[in-house]
């Protein structure tokens, strides 16, 4: 469609370079028979991506990627032999629950939509095994057991370690050298799942990174009657300092036992340099069964997340973990950012990297955030 307007502009000398582009008539829009400059310099871009942001509608109809409450998963800290629930000081907002107010913790985060929860133990009886993991009336068992019988529907996961159950803080029994034996871990990771499906837990989550545990795992609830029973498998764990606060939480810091053990966890857990690693770990886990994977940390790991989303088609988790939350909240605390909205940013950065599942201790929040904003 040629008119009177755009015939004028085609022709003014200022107007040469339409021919720079290949549709120059389509931009025209002239009002009267002013020339219309700036609509046709090369100077301004022909593709305008502010045209799509304009509105709050028009972006919301554009958006890519959107965080559900279903995506979240609720970490919940359940400690035993106390009172009262207790506040945790690294981690504000989040609390040691007793195993009586875990009912009210859980009915809570069912009542704000929230689909399933991960336990962690904060036993008051550790040995150098963390057996108390593997009694079928020990915390893990118990804990388990209340959640299912609050909130039935809920799927509760079962993070399967020993760290929060050992009194040296390590993630299974260590061998002479002071670093924990794979083998024998694996052992044990194999029955404390079974106690844990026996107990009610819908999804087994090992959390060790010991070479093996998925397989072993997979077999032990095989044959004990639990074939339908997932493993979520911390797929890519790293050796990462933002695992602080939760140290405290769970009570399972290292350094503090009168045993001869290392004072790190980099003989298991990954290096945070590698990547290509991680994708070896999860190929491997993927292998002996899982059927979920998982990322851990998240934030500073979002490279792994997205490259793993490449290569496998089962279902992915993130962890975003107790140092991300702290330092939001901290943050927040200072006045330097809004823990709101820095929560759903970060929460949606994990979507759009590939995660379909976050676990994060903002979930409680961000259920009620979602609820009212829809
Ligand atoms: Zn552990």
Redesign the pocket.
């Known amino acids: 469609m040629k008119t009177k307007n755009a015939a004028s502009v085609m022709s003014a000398p200022a107007h040469d370079h339409t021919h720079d582009h290949p549709h120059g008539h389509s931009h025209v829009h002239g009002r009267g028979d002013a020339p219309v400059k700036a609509l046709s310099s090369s100077a301004y871009p022909h593709v305008r991506m502010r045209r799509l942001r304009g509105m709050d509608a028009l972006r919301d109809m554009v958006r890519e990627h959107h965080v559900r409450v279903e995506d979240l998963v609720y970490p919940l800290f359940v400690e035993e032999d106390v009172s009262e629930r207790l506040p945790i000081a690294s981690m504000p907002g989040v609390f040691r629950e007793t195993e009586k107010s875990l009912e009210i913790a859980v009915k809570n985060a069912a009542a704000a939509g929230l689909k399933s929860i991960m336990l962690f133990g904060v036993s008051h009886h550790k040995d150098h095994t963390g057996s108390d993991s593997c009694d079928p009336n020990g915390l893990l068992a118990r804990m388990i057991d209340r959640a299912k019988q609050a909130a039935p529907d809920m799927v509760v996961i079962a993070d399967a370690?020993?760290?929060e159950y050992t009194d040296h803080g390590h993630?299974g029994p260590l061998n002479d050298k002071g670093d924990v034996d794979n083998d024998r871990t694996v052992e044990n990771i194999a029955m404390q799942s079974v106690i844990a499906a026996e107990a009610g837990a819908d999804i087994i989550a090992p959390?060790?990174m010991m070479d093996g545990q998925v397989a072993a795992i997979r077999h032990a609830l095989d044959v004990t009657g639990f074939n339908h029973i997932p493993i979520m498998a911390y797929a890519a764990k790293f050796a990462s300092v933002f695992y602080g606060p939760f140290r405290d939480a769970a009570g399972c810091a290292l350094g503090k036992s009168t045993h001869k053990v290392r004072t790190d966890r980099k003989t298991y857990q990954m290096d945070p340099a590698n990547a290509r690693e991680a994708l070896r770990e999860a190929a491997l886990d993927e292998a002996e069964g899982a059927d979920m994977l998982m990322i851990k940390p998240g934030m500073p790991y979002l490279d792994v997340l997205a490259n793993l989303r490449r290569e496998t088609r089962l279902p992915l988790a993130v962890y975003q973990v107790s140092g991300e939350y702290a330092m939001m909240k901290f943050a927040a605390a200072a006045g330097a950012l809004n823990y709101e909205q820095a929560m759903m940013e970060s929460l949606l950065a994990f979507k759009r990297a590939g995660a379909d599942l976050i676990l994060t201790y903002g979930a409680q929040d961000a259920a009620g955030w979602i609820k009212n904003n829809t």
């Open positions: 370690c020993f760290c993630c959390s060790g």
